[in-house]
């Protein structure tokens, strides 16, 4: 069982930056892998970035390659979302997740545990 609690959402102008934190309960969080999704209102929730268990492979969406870096610190228990050039269209609520896979890190269904979510929100 993983508790995910993530942080570090909040309002910020077009172009700027934020990091995301998503902090996991358990002694397992290193066989886990961890992934980021977004879900604007009206919207479905979308796949942002991905980690593999020891960090050394990333998956990303095209629409944040280049600006989003996921980066994860298995001694704390903890994965990061570095958000950089924000858009008005990066405005979402941003969950962190976790599985027990790395088959298809981009697909929601993959995951088994989900935090509760961080609002983000950028203005124009």
């Known amino acids: 069982q993983v508790q995910l609690v993530e942080s570090g959402g909040g309002l910020v102008q077009a172009g700027g930056s934020l990091r995301l934190s998503c902090a996991a309960s358990?002694?397992?969080?290193?066989?886990?892998?961890m992934g980021w999704f977004r879900q604007a209102p009206g919207k479905e929730r979308e796949f942002v970035a991905a980690i593999s268990w020891g960090g050394g492979s990333t998956v990303y969406a095209d629409s944040v390659k280049g600006r989003f870096t996921i980066s994860r610190d298995n001694a704390k228990n903890t994965v990061y979302l570095q958000m950089n050039s924000l858009k008005p269209e990066d405005t979402a609520v941003y969950y962190c997740a976790a599985s027990t896979r790395w088959v298809r890190p981009g697909r929601a269904t993959e995951y088994n545990y989900w935090g509760q979510g961080t609002q983000v929100t950028v203005s124009s």
């Open positions: 358990g002694r397992t969080f290193s066989s886990y892998s």
